[in-house]
């Protein structure tokens, strides 16, 4: 028989993830695909490619964590856990002294706070509403022709940010474009974008109660702009992991190892 | 659970699943029927006077109506209730009874005058310190001139009928403080869900009916020995009105235990104290200032924080869930207060604002589901 894997898929609202750990914990795979709309799918698709990277089969999962708003869709699941707890246990193994995270996924946008065992003291949710999500960011930038993964490096190049009032994220999209009718440039807008959207994370992280060290994960960790509004305005610097999109799935494959040792 | 209380449950359910259809049967064979919105409303008055008391508490689905006439953060229990009665869903009741517990309900009651101009608005205006000789004095002078005015319709209401209301009524909220004290101690008992169905109905139902029912109901319970305790973590609810039952079974879903609470729908309501002898309208304002105070009323020397962190504790409470009406501004403007309180106990909170016309959202699900993992891991 060869190795035993434990296995955490996060399927999010934009992206599916996928991680596998082995009974030490360490990551042997991780993968990161687009939800699409057929979770279920999506979870196979995942979970194939992540068991593919290690040349193992489905019969070599000892135990699967299903995390994240399509948590109910994975097939062949030990349990489910939230992506509340799963992005708390992915941060505290990662960085022992994390004492809170935070974590902008696609719809979602939550602050968490530790204590010094890892254990959540207290968590918030963005509810009702999207705006200060991923997905806000996507329509941003399409609306201003930005590539994704250019928005955070030119946010960082404004002197100054554009003023956007609107939280909503289809009145934001009509008011990026009235600033830009009237001259704003594109870096300004984007500045204004990522101000806004860390205005929003820092009420949630108030809320939640922030100490450092602080830890930012989900996939808008990876847009500096946000990165460094967000530090501005909860005052403390962030630590953004190597693979910020695969915390709640890293998460999600340890606990599926506690729940084998079980 | 045998059939006795497997059929009285099924009546309390199936009367949450259409509020009005009791007492729209009983309007239709001739029954006077009174709304009342709160809780502080003297329904012993109401019934001593022939009407059946029912509780307005608006109605799943949208409220087009109601939003030409309401700004945006208006509740969705003053919403959802007064589009019902403009599109004449509430003309079965003869009367309605408005409190003055806040800017909403208080406005909400002349609006509802001019719109339903057939339908007779009362307002018990009761003093916001509840207690004091100037309370009572004049807490004593509005239950005098709200006895006058239903008077007028109904015709004179002697002491005796109103003496016999109130025991009537005192002898149901006993069954139900027994129902509470037993959840507390054998949670696995009855459910938050099945209680909160019990409490919801007896507002919806004839008070004799509910009583009937109820009786062996709780005798029942009472005698069921000992059943194997759940280890799921314990939580307690509090807030304001709590109709959309989905809340409550969507957190007990996530796998945890309602074992008391502090809501409108719920314990709150049934904290009267025994009414005191003598004269019928004296009792009834000793028992309404005398009750646990809701957020839009202020009792010297009560504590809302130090007493949700007494009661949690009594209940063995791991958590405490907030269902706050979203707009509900006498609790909002509590809760900061409430929420230090149980952070200073180190009992963890959970606060949900609730719009109660409105399905439950999918976020919820993954919020309960959040907090009951915490409340696990910290039991561990």
Same mark, same amino acid.
């Given at each position: ?10 399927? !999010? ?5 996928? #991680? ?72 505290? #193994? ?119 060290? #602080? ?19 909860? !005052? ?27 | ?22 007492? &729209?049967?009983?309007?239709? $064979? ?7 919105? @709160? ?15 029912? &509780? ?18 208006? @509740? ?10 403009? $599109? ?18 208080? /406005? ?9 101009? /057939? ?51 005192? =002898? ?37 009916? *509910?009583?009937?029912?109820? %009786? ?17 973590? =314990? ?6 009105? @709590? ?8 957190? %007990? ?37 005398? &009750? ?5 009323? *202020? ?82």
């Amino acid at each position: 028989m060869g190795v035993q894997y434990f296995a955490g898929v996060d399927v !999010g609202s934009a992206t599916a993830k996928a #991680v596998l750990v082995d009974a030490a914990g360490t990551i042997c795979a991780h993968v990161v695909v687009p939800s699409g709309g057929n979770l279920t799918l999506a979870a196979d698709r995942v979970l194939a490619a992540a068991l593919e990277r290690v040349g193992a089969v489905p019969g070599d999962i000892a135990a699967l964590v299903a995390t994240g708003y399509g948590r109910e869709s994975v097939a062949n699941r030990t349990k489910t856990v939230t992506e509340i707890t799963c992005h708390a246990k992915g941060a505290h #193994v990662l960085y022992p002294d994390a004492r809170a995270v935070i974590d902008i996924g696609g719809q979602d946008s939550k602050a968490i706070s530790l204590d010094a065992a890892g254990m959540i003291r207290k968590f918030e949710m963005n509810d009702k509403c999207a705006a200060g999500t991923g997905r806000f960011l996507e329509v941003m930038a399409r609306t201003l022709e930005v590539p994704l993964d250019e928005v955070g490096p030119r946010a960082l190049t404004a002197d100054r940010p554009a003023k956007i009032s609107s939280t909503c994220t289809v009145f934001a999209e009509s008011e990026v474009i009235s600033l830009l009718a009237q001259g704003e440039t594109v870096e300004r807008i984007l500045a204004g974008l990522c101000l806004s959207i860390s205005q929003r994370v820092n009420s949630l992280a108030m809320r939640a109660g922030m100490a450092p060290r #602080v830890i930012m994960t989900g996939g808008v960790a990876k847009n500096t702009g946000v990165v460094r509004a967000i530090e501005k305005a909860v !005052g403390l610097p962030l630590t953004v992991p190597d693979q910020p999109q695969i915390m709640g799935a890293l998460g999600a494959a340890l606990l599926a190892r506690n729940e084998a040792v079980k | 659970m045998d059939s006795g209380n497997g059929t009285a449950l099924e009546v309390f359910t199936s009367v949450c699943d259409d509020f009005y259809a009791t007492a &729209r049967a009983a309007a239709a $064979s001739g029954r006077k029927v009174a709304g009342f919105v @709160c809780s502080y409303a003297p329904q012993e008055l109401l019934h001593a006077a022939g009407y059946l008391p029912v &509780r307005v508490l608006g109605r799943p689905g949208g409220t087009p109506r109601a939003d030409q006439l309401l700004q945006a953060y208006a @509740c969705s229990l003053a919403r959802s209730s007064f589009d019902a009665a403009l $599109s004449g869903e509430f003309d079965f009741m003869d009367l309605v009874v408005f409190s003055h517990t806040c800017d909403t309900m208080q /406005n909400l009651a002349d609006l509802w005058r001019s719109s339903r101009p /057939n339908q007779k608005v009362v307002i018990v205006s009761a003093p916001t310190v509840t207690s004091g000789p100037a309370a009572l004095s004049y807490y004593r002078k509005v239950l005098a001139d709200v006895r006058e005015q239903i008077e007028a319709l109904s015709g004179p209401i002697s002491d005796e009928a109103i003496r016999a209301s109130i025991d009537l009524y005192a =002898r149901h909220r006993n069954l139900v403080q027994r129902l509470y004290d037993l959840r507390r101690e054998h949670s696995e008992l009855i459910s938050g869900r099945e209680l909160l169905a019990v409490v919801t109905s007896s507002m919806m139902m004839d008070k004799e009916e *509910h009583l009937r029912l109820l %009786e062996p109901f709780v005798a029942e319970l009472e005698s069921a020995g000992d059943v194997k305790a759940k280890r799921l973590p =314990r939580v307690f609810v509090a807030g304001s009105v @709590c109709q959309n039952m989905g809340f409550v079974t969507a957190l %007990e879903e996530a796998g945890c235990m309602v074992v008391d609470d502090d809501l409108c729908m719920g314990g709150r309501s049934f904290s009267l104290p025994e009414p005191p002898a003598g004269d019928p309208m004296d009792a009834l304002v000793e028992m309404y200032l005398g &009750r646990r105070p809701c957020p839009a009323f *202020h009792t010297p020397g009560f504590d809302p924080g130090a007493f949700l962190v007494e009661r949690a504790r009594a209940a063995r409470a791991a958590g405490v869930v907030f269902l706050l009406t979203k707009f509900c501004d006498p609790w909002f403007f509590d809760y900061p207060h409430v929420n230090k309180s149980l952070e200073a106990a180190g009992i963890p909170g959970l606060l949900v604002e609730v719009e109660q016309n409105l399905p439950v959202p999918e976020q919820f699900r993954t919020r309960a589901e959040a907090f009951v993992e915490l409340l696990k891991a910290k039991a561990e």
